[in-house]
């Protein structure tokens, strides 16, 4: 079946750091990636999303690109703030070609951004 | 578009009491509702699938005796929990299928805490 790793977190940084989280898949077809993230206290937003590959998905400064041939999907944002903090899912539908594309999600990394 | 709205946000119960959270799709036809549930830092598991106007798909490890899920129109779905206990605290999202390219919709999540 489908499947979403992602980084180990928690990740912790200074602001304006550059940040990387790291996510791979395995899926059969052709899936369609994203990042979401979900902030203390509340629902799980959409971050960005890419639908092929080597597309390259961006939003609030972050930016993933669908790489097909390292099966990755890293998110990436080069200056990191306070606000940023926040806990990042990586996550994947339509790979296995089923009906109606269920989403899979990675486990979630934990980003704390301190002053 | 794609807005859906999911009811109660929090909801406080007696352990043994049922738990009935609603999931509805404001301006589209959800002819497919998939529930997850996310213990306290650990990631969206998917619980069940519901289809409308048939029987919901239980992943495996789910108690479909205790976790019902209706389905009856294209913009209701509801799933309650019976006999509710302490471990069966979490926060329960319910994500429309078929939205692929689009990137999802989440409903805003319940969050349940049986005492």
């Known amino acids: 079946g489908d499947s979403v790793t992602q980084m180990e977190g928690p990740v912790t940084l200074s602001e304006e750091a550059f940040l990387t989280i790291n996510c791979t898949y395995t899926?059969?077809?052709?899936?369609?990636l994203f990042w979401y993230v979900q902030y203390p206290g509340e629902g799980l937003q959409l971050l960005l999303k890419?639908?092929?590959?080597?597309d390259k998905g961006s939003n609030k400064g972050f930016e993933a690109t669908y790489r097909k041939e390292t099966t990755s999907f890293h998110l990436e944002k080069g200056s990191v703030q306070v606000s940023d903090s926040a806990v990042y899912f990586c996550?994947?539908?339509?790979?296995?070609?089923?009906?109606?594309?269920?989403?899979?999600f990675g486990k979630g990394t934990l980003l704390t951004v301190n002053p | 578009g794609a807005v859906v709205s999911q009811h109660p946000s929090w909801v406080i119960c007696k352990s043994g009491t049922s738990v009935k959270i609603e999931c509805r799709s404001l301006?589209?036809?959800?002819?497919?509702m998939f529930w997850y549930r996310q213990f306290p830092k650990q990631s969206l598991m998917l619980m069940a699938t519901?289809?409308?106007?048939?029987?919901?798909?239980?992943e495996q490890g789910v108690e479909k005796d205790k976790f019902l899920i209706n389905h009856a129109s294209l913009t209701l779905s509801t799933l309650t929990v019976t006999s509710a206990h302490p471990e069966d605290s979490s926060f329960y999202i319910c994500?429309?299928?078929?939205?692929?390219?689009?990137?999802?919709?989440f409903g805003s999540g319940t969050r349940l805490t049986v005492v």
């Open positions: 996550a994947l539908s339509g790979g296995s070609g089923g009906s109606n594309y269920k989403l899979t």
């Open positions: 899926a059969t077809g052709y899936p369609s």
């Open positions: 890419a639908t092929k590959a080597d």
């Open positions: 301006d589209f036809q959800a002819t497919t």
């Open positions: 519901s289809n409308e106007g048939s029987k919901a798909t239980y």
């Open positions: 994500i429309p299928g078929g939205r692929a390219e689009g990137g999802y919709t």
